[in-house]
């Protein structure tokens, strides 16, 4: 009885870690986005005209799994951000959506 209720407590523990960090997160993504996206979408998100997409209303244009493999993968103009881990790829796309 008492392994079961110790492996019981274990799991409950691990779940709800695992809860914990896979939230998507905008404040981070906000940061990540100063960091990897200014230099071409700008700090507004207003991009520039002719060259950079607006993302100020990118998740009306596009699916959220759409827009993180667009972060990932890149495409066009946009080089991939391979460097980054899918929990900040979720941030910023949390934050774009916002």
Known sequence: MKTILTLALFVSGATLATAAWGKEDPAAGAKLYATN?????????????????????VAKRLQPAQIKEKISKGGGLMPPFPQLSPQEIDDIASYLAH
């Open 37 to 57: 996206c200014t230099a071409c979408h700008g700090a507004d998100r207003a991009g520039i005209p002719g060259a950079f997409p607006a993302l100020t209303d």
